[in-house]
C-alpha cells in the first residue's frame, strides 16, 4: 500500500444549511425555507478535502454512523481523491449532523455529535498510524472521546518516526482545559488561532502566551484573521507574516482548515517553517474568494489561476 503523506484524524458530520427562511424559527410554529443545501461539514474534513486538492496524498481516520448521512460524508470524502478506509462506520452510531438555520450574516446552529463523541485512542493503532508520514488532528473539544487522550496519541505517532500537527480549534463549553506539557512535546506544528491560543493559554498577548508554552513547545503558527498570522520556533525570532490582503472577501468560513492544509502542504515537502507559513498564508486567502471552506479549492487549476488573479502568485501544484 502507498504510503499517505498525511492522516487526517478527526471528527465528521454533515451541514444541512436552510436558506431564505420565512422569519424566526419558534417552538410550536413551522417555518418555510426558500433554500437548503446539505454539504460534508467539519473542519478536520475541510482541511482533507484541500489538502488533498493541493496535491497531497491524504487519508481520513474519523468515526461516522451505518446511515445515509456516513454514505454522503464518504462518498463526498472520496470525490476529492481522499483515502477513507480508516473511516469507521459503527452501527450503534448515527452520522453528526449540524443544523444551520442561515439569516443573511447571521446563523443559528444545532449539532447532534453522534459518532464524533465516541472515537477513541483503542480505535488508533500504530498500524493506522504508521499509514502515512504525518498526521494532523483537529478539534479536540468536539471528541470527547479522545480529548483525555491525546497526548498519547501524539507520543505514539512520534515513537513511530510520524510527523505531527495539532488545530484545537474552539471550546464550545469554554472550558479550554488543555494539558499543554503533556501534548506539545510530540506535536511538531500547532496550529491555533490568536483568540483560542490566548484562552488555551489564560494569557493577554501573543508573546505571553509564548512564554508560558516555550519550554514545552516545537513550532507554532497563530492565525490572525484579515491581520495574518505569526511564526514561532524555537529560539529564532518571531516571524509576523501580514498574510495576502483580499479585499473582495465572500466568507472566511474554514479560512484556518485552508491555512492548515497550505502550511502542511509545505511541511511535508520539507520546506521551511517560514515557507510553510508564507504558502499557509495564501491557501487561507484564497478561502475567502469563494463560498464556503472547499470552494476555492475544487480544483488545482481553480487554485492555481485564483492565485495568479487575485494574488498575482504563481503556484507549481
Ligand atoms: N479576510 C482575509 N483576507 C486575507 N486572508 C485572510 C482573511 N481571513 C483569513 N485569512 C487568512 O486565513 C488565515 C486563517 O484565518 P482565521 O484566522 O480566520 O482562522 P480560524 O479562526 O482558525 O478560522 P476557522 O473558523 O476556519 O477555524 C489567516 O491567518 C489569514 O492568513
Ligand atoms: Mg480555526
Redesign the pocket.
Known amino acids: 500500500m502507498k504510503k499517505l503523506d498525511v492522516l487526517a484524524i478527526g471528527e465528521l458530520n454533515v451541514d444541512l444549511i436552510l436558506n431564505d427562511i420565512d422569519g424566526e424559527v419558534e417552538v410550536g410554529k413551522e417555518k418555510l425555507a426558500g433554500d437548503m443545501s446539505l454539504t460534508l461539514g467539519s473542519?478536520t474534513a475541510i482541511f482533507a478535502s484541500n489538502l488533498s486538492s493541493l496535491g497531497a496524498n491524504v487519508g481520513f481516520l474519523g468515526k461516522i454512523g451505518v446511515d445515509a448521512f456516513g454514505e454522503f460524508v464518504t462518498q463526498k470524502l472520496e470525490e476529492k481523491g481522499i483515502d477513507t478506509s480508516l473511516v469507521m462506520a459503527d452501527m450503534n452510531l448515527s452520522t453528526g449532523a449540524t443544523i444551520v438555520l442561515n439569516y443573511g450574516e447571521d446563523r443559528a446552529m444545532v449539532t447532534h455529535p453522534g459518532a464524533m463523541d465516541f472515537l477513541s485512542l483503542k480505535d488508533i493503532t500504530d498500524d493506522h498510524l504508521s499509514r502515512a508520514r504525518h498526521i494532523h488532528f483537529s478539534s479536540l473539544f468536539l471528541q470527547p472521546g479522545l480529548k483525555k487522550d491525546i497526548h498519547q496519541l501524539f507520543s505514539r505517532a512520534k515513537k513511530l518516526g510520524v510527523t505531527t500537527s495539532l488545530d484545537t480549534?474552539w471550546d464550545p463549553s469554554e472550558k479550554w482545559e488543555f494539558d499543554f506539557e503533556a501534548i506539545l512535546p510530540f506535536v511538531d506544528v500547532f496550529l491555533p488561532?490568536e483568540t483560542e491560543l490566548l484562552h488555551l493559554t489564560k494569557a493577554t498577548s501573543i508573546e505571553e502566551a509564548i512564554k508560558k508554552l516555550e519550554p514545552f513547545m516545537n513550532n507554532m503558527a497563530v492565525?490572525?484573521?484579515?491581520k495574518?498570522?505569526v511564526l514561532y520556533q524555537p529560539n529564532k525570532e518571531l516571524v509576523h507574516h501580514s498574510?495576502?490582503?483580499?479585499t473582495q472577501?465572500v466568507d472566511?468560513i474554514?479560512?484556518?482548515?485552508s491555512?492548515n492544509a497550505g502550511f502542511i502542504c509545505k511541511y511535508v515537502k520539507g520546506a521551511s517553517p517560514e515557507a510553510c507559513l508564507d504558502f499557509a498564508?495564501l491557501t487561507?486567502?484564497l478561502?475567502?474568494t469563494a463560498v464556503g471552506g472547499t470552494g476555492a479549492f475544487a480544483s488545482p487549476e481553480l487554485i492555481r489561476s485564483m492565485a495568479l488573479n487575485k494574488f498575482n502568485i504563481s503556484i507549481d501544484l
Request: aromatic content about 8%; cysteine-free.
Open positions: 473542519s480549534q488561532n492565525k490572525r484573521g484579515n495574518g498570522s498574510g495576502y490582503l483580499n472577501v472566511a474554514g479560512a484556518g482548515d491555512f498564508n487561507g486567502a478561502n475567502t
